[in-house]
């Protein structure tokens, strides 16, 4: 396995590939790597002759206040889980190579970016859509794979590479969980036991809105008010926000029709974890 530093080599490895035929598949990571990633990587490994996964932890996605210098590191163990997955190369670059001295582009999708994640953290998604358009235009992958657990991030990235004719096709990956349903996270291992153990009420509080939903509910505020009302039941987790939205813009729905995703963000203590559910209504036969 090859591990690709400079943007010049990352560049050329993937001009040397595609000169000889070979498709790239491209799993863009933060490191820390654990299921969630792997079952990303397997699946391009599945669709692709080769596959790169950059880990690089993108300083410019984090607030002033944000977990930056925190940020799990572990680059010998993430080699070896992308070792063993079968990864042709993996690309590290430093922060000074992605964001050389005098860069001054920022990439920003405004409406996706408008709510949900984008108001708990206002430079979040100008830092993802800048630093994706980066990646993209340096692998130029055929295709690359971002995880649903990202629910917001996945739909500004397929926008952005639709708006950009940014390279390659984006598949968008279900999310891995834990036994009790607790999304994989990189940031799950900051949870103390007991914070571990009240993590799944976040799943729980989705469940019971898509249930309502498979019930017949269709007043958002009803479906709102009942994943808040699960929420409740749990004194270590605060509730950031839980929604009702239409999957493709993520503005909250009054009525659901056809379809909808459920969006929720609480915070246990000083982590905040994410998660989102996508519900098709039952049409009678
Ligand atoms: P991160 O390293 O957290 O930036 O994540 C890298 C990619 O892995 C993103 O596209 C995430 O959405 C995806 N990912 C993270 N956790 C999971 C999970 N539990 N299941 C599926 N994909 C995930």
Not at 120 to 139: E, Y
Not at 143 to 148: A, D, I, L, P, V
Not at 211 to 217: K, L, P, R, T
Not at 254 to 259: D, G, I
Request: glycine share 6%; with cysteine.
């Amino acid at each position: 396995m090859k591990t690709i530093r400079t943007t010049a080599a990352m560049v050329d490895w993937s001009r040397t590939l595609h000169r000889e035929g070979v498709t790239i598949g491209f799993v863009p990571t933060m490191g820390a790597l654990h299921e969630g990633h792997r079952a990303l990587i397997r699946a391009a490994r599945l669709a692709c002759d080769a596959v790169v996964v950059s880990i690089f932890v993108n300083p410019t996605q984090f607030g002033p206040t944000e977990d930056l210098s925190k940020y799990p590191r572990q680059l010998r163990l993430d080699r070896a889980l992308c070792r063993k997955e079968g990864v042709d190369a993996i690309f590290t670059p430093t922060t000074a190579a992605m964001y050389p001295q005098g860069s001054q582009t920022i990439v920003t999708v405004p409406s996706l970016a408008r709510r949900w994640e984008g108001d708990a953290r206002p430079h979040h998604f100008q830092g993802v859509a800048t630093v994706v358009t980066k990646l993209l235009s340096l692998v130029r992958p055929d295709t690359s794979w971002f995880g649903q657990k990202d629910f917001q991030q996945a739909a500004l990235v397929q926008q952005l590479v639709k708006d950009l004719n940014l390279p390659g096709r984006v598949v968008v990956h279900p999310t891995v969980r834990e036994a009790d349903g607790l999304a994989l996270s990189s940031r799950n291992v900051y949870l103390s036991t007991q914070q571990r153990r009240a993590a799944p009420v976040l799943y729980r509080a989705l469940h019971a809105g898509a249930s309502a939903i498979w019930n017949g509910e269709r007043r958002g505020a009803d479906i709102q008010r009942r994943m808040a009302r699960i929420l409740a039941t749990e004194s270590l987790a605060t509730a950031e926000y839980l929604a009702v939205c239409d999957p493709s813009t993520l503005e909250p729905l009054k009525t659901v029709q056809r379809h909808a995703v459920l969006l929720g963000a609480v915070r246990i203590g000083t982590v905040r974890l994410l998660d989102n559910m996508l519900v098709a209504v039952r049409r009678e036969p």
